[in-house]
T-cell receptor
């Protein structure tokens, strides 16, 4: 079993839909990252959080430390949101990554 | 302010050859971590360099080695390449080695081993 599990693996949506991507982890962490990876490979950090909730534009990330679970929400999704979204946790000074959720948003 | 840069962007090698990948960290950052991302998978931690020393290492064989220079740039060397080494190699930099320090990623080097 992977130490960081994401669901779903693939997600398609119509423009405007509300998107939720989930991440569960089984190790102790000091922080959790949500990352976005576009075709071609470059990774952009969206959020780093260790408790509660963060919001940036149409993106919202929440974490429940007791349940070892985090969610990434995208409101009013747009085709430019199409990418792979990766959850990664800080464990003993290194990052452990989930396998990613591939999101496609159609007009 | 330049972000993390990596070179080359793409590379094709044959089995048994050796390869060197390069990373320049974000300005002001002193710590560099390397990751391997196979197709369809999440990145896997290779190792981390701080103060010119390998500070942590993931589950990768000794064929994978690295170096950090006084200007904090870093190299990843892979000897005796296997087909399975084909992947996107990502470099990330941060300020210091504390667990909660944010890491900034480079665009990656895509290595293909034939």
């Amino acid at each position: 079993k992977n130490e960081v599990e994401q669901s779903p693996q693939n997600l398609t949506a119509q423009e405007g839909e509300f998107i939720t991507i989930n991440c569960s982890y089984s190790v102790g962490i000091s922080a959790l990252h949500w990352l976005q990876q576009h075709p071609g490979g470059g990774i952009v950090s969206l959020f780093m959080l260790s408790s509660g909730k963060k919001k940036h534009g149409r993106l919202i990330a929440t974490i429940n430390i007791q349940e070892k679970h985090s969610s990434l929400h995208i409101t009013a999704s747009h085709p430019r949101d199409s990418a792979v979204y990766i959850c990664a946790v800080h464990n003993t000074d290194k990052l452990i990554f989930g396998t990613g959720t591939r999101l496609q948003v159609f007009p | 302010d330049a972000g993390v840069t990596q070179s080359p962007t793409h590379l094709i090698k044959t089995r048994g050859q050796q390869v060197t990948l390069r990373c320049s960290p974000k300005s002001g950052h002193d710590t560099v971590s390397w990751y391997q991302q196979a197709l369809g998978q999440g990145p896997q931690f290779i190792f981390q360099y701080y103060e010119e020393e390998e500070r942590q290492r993931g589950n990768f064989p000794d064929r994978f080695s690295g170096h950090q220079f006084p200007n904090y740039s870093s190299e990843l060397n892979v000897n005796a390449l296997w087909l399975g080494d084909s992947a996107l190699y990502l470099c990330a930099s941060s300020l210091g080695v504390l667990a909660n320090n944010e890491q900034f990623f480079g665009p990656g080097t895509r290595l293909t081993v034939l």
